[in-house]
């Protein structure tokens, strides 16, 4: 579709709001259910389909649909707990109410790396609320959002509920562009780069929008010399290598204390080593392709400029399978340092890379030593220091002996130019599609 087929979306958006507004939050949270059910009974055909879209393999396509559940779940049982307030204000013989109501037509634009859930995170907020949705998917996944739009329908949402506007790369921007400044959007949100989220901000701050921006990460993990370090691997290894480190919230940097270094980075790159690369639906693989060739780029860019500037490449840095895939190879990257792209950038690729640290304070400042504020993730087994680096590290979430914090049931979201506005969680992602009216009565 191009910038033509916006008017038309969202008037059938807009029309389908002023029926859907007025829907019992109980119908509501039961259409979610219902929907719900539908994408759990296609688990095997919608997996498929993200394996085809995104190259990740079968096995995290399922744990991704598992995850994206979570939020249709979450967001019924959200429904119907939506409330105002009524309060006694100073002013003598009066009552002051609060009211939520939904904002209007919201519009999703979404990334490709987790076609599935990062919709599902966003429409089951909205529809709870009350609000109808236009989803403009990646062009790399369609067919991911087109089916689950068709379930909806299926489950008793009415069209133009959820209307999906897709599109080409050429015309990704100015389709973008019209809907985020269409005077009927009311709200939008917006998950991908922190390069495209400030172009979104500015094209929503004409109409002074209510806007939620989830973007980049580069996200530091510290490694202390008491943490347990099989169960840190494991972890660091899991959140590193999924989707071949095509995550927001993965681990970019890694900070590991000198009397650990070298016993750590080894069984770190034992891990890396034991990956299966390969097609999504091979027996055994263990990591896929990266999914773009933008992406394939930046990995290739980021081992060079490490190499040049000094660092140990332990394995891997190669693109793999030059027949086609966009294969890389697992790589380890040791003694990395500031001045290189890997340490400026999210390198959005499967490559870990190490950095040596001796003193708490040094790898705390190293860590927030960024523009982004995304996720932040320590290993220890100090409890004083864990209380100390949760208040003391610049991120939206901070993973505590853990590199899997990320739930329906939790707020989701960064901080500094990771973006603002909190998806998932209770009353915060609701809240984000909803306006509050105060009412003042005078009493007789
Ligand atoms: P991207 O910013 O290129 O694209 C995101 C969306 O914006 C897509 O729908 C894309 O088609 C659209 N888009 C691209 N160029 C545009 C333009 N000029 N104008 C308007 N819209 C445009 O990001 P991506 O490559 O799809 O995804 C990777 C990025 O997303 C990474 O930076 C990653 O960290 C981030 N991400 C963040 C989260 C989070 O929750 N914070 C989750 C997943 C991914």
């Known amino acids: 579709m191009s910038v033509e087929d916006v008017d038309a979306a969202v008037q059938s958006s807009h029309a389908a709001f002023l029926k859907y507004r007025t829907v019992n939050p109980r119908v509501r949270a039961q259409r979610l259910l219902k929907w719900d059910t539908l994408i759990r009974e296609a688990r095997d055909d919608l997996a498929k389909i ?5 190259g990740k393999p079968l096995a995290e396509a399922y744990g991704e649909l598992d995850y994206a559940t979570g939020f ?3 967001f019924a049982g ?3 707990r939506v409330r105002g307030t009524v309060s006694t204000p100073s002013a003598p013989g009066r009552r002051v109410f609060t009211v939520k109501q939904p904002i209007g037509v919201a519009a999703a634009l979404v990334p490709w790396n987790f076609p599935i859930a990062m919709i599902l995170r966003k429409v089951g907020a909205a529809l709870a ?7 403009k998917p990646s062009p790399e996944t369609p067919l991911s959002v087109l089916t689950l739009a068709l379930l909806a329908e299926k489950a008793g949402f009415e069209k133009g509920i959820i209307n999906v506007l897709t599109t080409d790369l050429d015309n990704t921007p100015a389709l973008s562009e019209a809907l985020c400044r269409h005077s009927l959007v009311k709200k939008v949100t917006f998950t991908g780069s922190t390069r495209v989220g400030k172009l979104i901000a500015k094209h929503c701050a004409d109409g002074l929008k209510k806007v939620t921006l989830e973007l980049g990460g580069n996200c530091p993990v510290i490694v202390f010399d008491d943490a347990d370090l099989e169960q840190a691997a494991a972890q660091i290894g899991a959140l590193k290598f999924r989707h071949a480190g095509q995550a927001c919230i993965t681990a970019n940097r890694v900070y590991v204390q000198s009397g650990v270094y070298e016993k750590f980075t080894e069984i770190m790159t034992k891990f890396a080593k034991d990956l299966k690369v390969g097609h999504g639906f091979e027996k055994g693989t263990t990591m896929g392709p990266v999914t773009t060739p933008r992406g394939l780029d930046k990995a290739k860019q980021h081992v060079e400029d490490a190499k ?8 891997g840095g190669q693109r793999m399978k030059e027949d086609g895939g966009f294969f890389f190879e697992p790589t380890i990257i040791l003694d990395a340092t500031d001045k290189m792209l890997v340490s400026q950038e999210e390198t959005f690729a499967p490559i870990c890379s190490f950095f040596k640290f001796d003193k708490e304070e040094e790898a705390v400042q190293w860590a927030n030593n960024t523009s982004m504020g995304l996720a932040s993730y320590f290993f220890t087994k100090n409890v004083d220091r864990t209380w100390r680096l949760l208040e003391n590290l610049e991120a939206g ?3 505590m002996n853990t590199g899997n914090s ?3 049931e939790s707020p989701f979201g960064g901080i500094k130019e990771s973006g603002y506005g909190k998806e998932s969680g209770k009353d915060v992602a609701v809240e984000e599609y909803m306006i509050t009216k105060t009412g003042t009565l005078t009493l007789a």
């Open 50 to 54: 993200v394996v085809f879209e995104t």
């Open 397 to 399: 979430m901070i993973g």
């Open 406 to 408: 990320s739930a329906a």
């Open 78 to 80: 959200e429904a119907e």
């Open 129 to 135: 609320a009350g609000c109808t949705m236009i989803i």
């Open 72 to 74: 249709t779940w979450w």
């Open 308 to 315: 040049a500037n000094g660092a140990r490449i332990m394995l």
